[in-house]
């Protein structure tokens, strides 16, 4: 029969389980809440100096205006992202369907190139340690043209695609390509010996290693890879833009430096730092659904 002690006991940890969960989702919270509140301050103290500076003097609003001017009249910025005012009205709401239409765009190229990179540079990577003939007959020209800046490829891009989409996406693709191969062939170079002979002494095969030990164990080095090339695909994508698309948001930089317009610049540079933002995000987003084996840690 069970002491008195006993019972107490047991009764007393029923609710201790809810209680843990509520601690859980107000920690959560308490996290997001506090990320949330270092975002804004930095963003204010950011602002607020560039601010005092134009109240002071010390920056030309010709040259550097603060953000109450560059976002004070909105649809005067609008009005640059219709194409040649195809729209044909001044209105607020098609000016906004316009830089919405170039934000698109833009995106479109950048996730297109970065996708196809990626996939195809894991790919080569993998391939390269998995066939050495592969390998000795692909990574001497990998290594001979990873060093080119991607803004090389540029002319190469408009002679064999022309003026559209495909040169943009195309120089996307060479900026990431070539990083997400070699930093493939060092994940893989880098997997602890002791996986791949756990996994030779269950009888995994060759193919079976490289798929279920080797791939992934790469996986969470290779996103993160991808996610600070992310910020180089955007600089590739603009320059990409202005030369050799004729649209997105190069273009209006371009337009903007041609017009010695400074608020136009300031404003762009708002966008593409918010759409450069929002994409890391959704990266981070997809790195923790696809790599379902890692805690939020990112440990095994």
Known sequence: MKSTNELTANVSSVPSEPKRVARGLSGKTKYRLETAFWWFLSISIFVGIWELCWYVGWADPLLMPPPHIFLSDLPEQFKFFDRGNIIGTDQTGASFLGVLSVLLWTTMRVVAGLGIGFLLGVATGLLSRYNRFFGNLSLPLVTLLAPISPVAWLPVAIFLFGIGNTPAIFMVFVAVYFIITLATLNQIDNVPISYIHVARIMGATRRQIYTRVILPSILPGLFM???????????????????????????????????????????????????GFMLDQLLRIMQKRLLWWLDQEGHK
Request: aromatic letters at 10%.
């Open 225 to 275: 890879t991808l996610r600070l090339n992310l910020f180089a695909a955007w600089m590739v994508v603009l320059i990409a833009e202005a030369v050799g698309v004729g649209s997105g948001l190069g273009q209006i930089v371009m337009l903007a430096r041609n017009t010695f317009n400074s608020s136009l610049v300031f404003f762009s540079m708002t966008l593409i730092g918010l759409l």
